[in-house]
């Protein structure tokens, strides 16, 4: 399968715990984006790289939340720190530099209790 | 800030019905995709729409892309319960990002 993948699927946290997320865009994909999704609505942009260069931040995200693509290749997704405010779905999503197109994978379920 | 509004939010409608659901915007991007979301899953990307007044369909569904690029429609054609799920629109714009309205909920009744 050449999809994106997420690991992992669900986590369980308290609050106060660090967590950290794994994402592995669609191989030849250079680009490689973040979102967040709660309960009914749309996915909300985080961050984004090309390459290994994280291009872009939310201003919606805080310093809690820090986002590395060390060899251009997965990416990790770590929140210090977690409120019951941090619960949602965690989405990646890989692309083409040259497309319009991304490709989102699974998504990590995160609950902080 | 570019915002995608999206309605309805909520639709549920009988099985062999048609349907039209609107994305629209005050913004104008370069492209649109649609997308398709199942609960506890991605969304799963259905179609990109390039071309101010463009058209695609992809089977039973009918999509279109405004002269302004600032909005799109999305008709569905005798809809079936396998057409259940979170209907997903994008604007994308040429610094590579890309704006998500909130979707559309629409359930197919058998």
């Known amino acids: 399968d050449t999809g994106v993948s997420q690991n992992p699927r669900h986590k369980i946290t308290k609050r106060g715990q660090n967590v950290t997320f794994r994402c592995d865009p669609i191989s030849e994909h250079n680009r490689l984006y973040w979102y967040r999704q709660t309960l009914g609505q749309g996915p909300e942009f985080l961050t984004y790289?090309?390459?290994?260069?994280?291009?872009?931040k939310s201003r919606l995200l805080s310093d809690r939340f820090s986002a590395e693509r060390p060899k251009g290749s997965f990416s990790t997704l770590e929140i210090q720190r977690t409120e019951q405010g941090d619960s949602a779905m965690y989405l990646c999503?890989?692309?083409?530099?040259?497309?319009?197109?991304?490709?989102f994978g699974p998504g990590t379920r995160l609950t902080v209790t | 800030t570019q915002l995608l509004e999206q309605s309805p939010q909520f639709l549920s409608i009988q099985e062999g019905e048609n349907l039209t659901v609107y994305c629209n915007s005050s913004?104008?991007?370069?492209?649109l995709q649609w997308y398709r979301q199942e609960p506890g899953e991605g969304p799963v990307l259905l179609v990109t729409v390039v071309t101010g007044g463009e058209v695609k369909k992809l089977k039973r569904l009918t999509f279109q892309f405004g002269d302004a690029r600032k909005d799109s429609s999305l008709h569905i054609t005798a809809a079936q319960t396998g057409d259940t799920g979170l209907y997903l629109c994008a604007g994308y714009n040429n610094a590579g990002k890309s704006t998500f309205g909130d979707g559309t909920t629409l359930t197919v009744k058998p």
């Open positions: 999503a890989s692309s083409l530099s040259t497309g319009f197109e991304q490709y």
């Open positions: 913004s104008v991007f370069s492209s």
């Open positions: 790289f090309q390459n290994e260069a994280q291009l872009e």
